[in-house]
Nanobody, 113 residues
Framework: QVQLVESGGGLVQPGGSLRLSCAASGSIFGIAAMGWYRQAPGKQRELVARITSGVTYYADSVKGRFTISRDNAKIAVYLQMNSLKPEDTAVYLC????????WGAGTLVTVSS
């Protein structure tokens, strides 16, 4: 089993920034793909950003505003979110995949004035 613990969500005004963190622990072997998904009320879960062995992927809606990074020593992944928009409001979930898939419980990001 792998446990994922997210932190860093909260309420921010449009144009503001937040940094999400996700720390993994448990039965971890090698380097896995880690990423962030989000789910807004009434909408499907969508991939926001993913990082695998240094290769990154971003959804078109966040390119140029969000940056994903990881610390392999700490087995952690981060999401720096800048220029936040109200449509970024969602529960953000950390994902770990090494052939097995695990999810964090999620952290709520609310962008509102």
């Amino acid at each position: 089993q792998v446990q994922l613990v997210e932190s860093g969500g909260g309420l921010v005004q449009p144009g503001g920034s937040l940094r999400l963190s996700c720390a993994a622990s448990g039965s971890i072997f090698g380097i896995a793909a880690m990423g962030w998904y989000r789910q807004a009320p009434g909408k499907q879960r969508e991939l926001v950003a993913r990082i695998t062995s240094g290769v990154t992927y971003y959804a078109d809606s966040v390119k140029g505003r969000f940056t994903i990074s990881r610390d392999n020593a700490k087995i952690a992944v981060y999401l720096q979110m800048n220029s936040l928009k109200p449509e970024d409001t969602a529960v953000y979930l950390c994902n770990y995949n090494d052939g097995r898939t695990y999810w964090g419980a999620g952290t709520l990001v609310t962008v509102s004035s």
